[in-house]
């Protein structure tokens, strides 16, 4: 069992230990009935041995008896099962349990899971559930129930801490994008009415032979900088984050 399948890890390891001790009883069983049987065979041979010395004819040992007796016992003890398995009740409570977690859940997922969260903020479920459903082949919905498990109990992780961070980093990175973004819309807002003038005045230093240098790369630049700021307000945050390598920096998780 991890950490990251968040089973109820108390009672499914109380149920796990008592069905491996019970195991453990039955090969102990199977081990005494084939030792007695043994046992009883050995006894018979020596009394026949002895016997065929003393020159009579061979007879039921006692010893011998006795042994294969307390042999067949175990073995019709072994052949009920009951008394080496985990009761009805008990079977079905580890079912449960087993159901609750996330059994097929691999380090793997894991870390997809993360990823996504760190890329795109932990509140944005519908689009962590579709990347990580692409990811890991898990269904949407189980990746919903994974989310809402792992948010309830994620401090049961051995380094909580450390994965929070990350997560906590990621969406810094999204709200400074986000930031950005907002301002450069207010910025272009405030420059759009000059914009039309701007380029009238750019085409006009440029058929202008006596116009001055300075002023057109002044007017270039600031065309320039309208074009990028606008491609900047077009991209989704997602992409400015992954422009600034957060693909790479996620691999980091173990």
């Known amino acids: ?29 199977q081990s005494l009935a084939r030792e007695l049987k043994q046992k009883g065979k050995k006894a018979q041979d020596e009394a026949n041995a002895k016997a065929k010395a003393a020159g009579q004819e061979p007879s039921p040992c006692p010893e011998a008896e006795a042994h294969l007796q ?8 072994l052949e009920k099962g009951s008394s080496y398995e985990l009761t009805g009740a ?5 079912e449960q349990l087993l159901r609750e ?10 870390r997809s899971f993360l990823n996504a969260m760190e890329r795109r903020g932990r509140d944005e479920v519908d689009v962590i559930a579709r990347e990580t459903s692409n990811e890991t082949g898990k269904t949407e919905e189980e990746v919903r129930r994974y989310h809402t498990v792992f948010w309830a109990r994620h401090k049961e992780l051995a380094d909580w801490e450390r994965v929070i961070d990350k997560i906590e980093k990621g969406e810094k990175r999204l709200q400074r994008s986000k930031e950005i ?10 420059c759009a009415p000059a914009w039309n003038s701007t ?22 630049a600031v065309a320039a900088m309208f074009v ?17 390598g957060l693909r790479s920096r996620t691999s980091a998780y173990h």
């Open 101 to 110: 977690g996330f059994v097929d859940w691999t380090r793997k997922d894991f």
């Open 70 to 77: 307390q042999s067949r016992e175990v073995a019709k003890e």
């Open 1 to 29: 069992m991890h950490d990251f399948q968040f089973f109820n890890r108390e009672e499914l390891g109380e149920l796990v230990q008592e069905e491996e001790r019970l195991e453990q009883r039955r090969k102990d069983a």
């Open 228 to 244: 990028v700021a606008r491609h900047a307000i077009d991209a989704s945050p997602a992409s400015l984050v992954d422009h600034a």
């Open 181 to 190: 973004r907002e301002a450069l819309a207010e910025k272009i807002a405030r």
């Open 90 to 94: 008990k079977l079905e409570k580890k």
């Open 199 to 220: 380029s009238s005045v750019r085409r006009g230093a440029h058929r202008d032979a006596r116009g001055s240098t300075r002023r057109r790369r002044r007017v270039d």
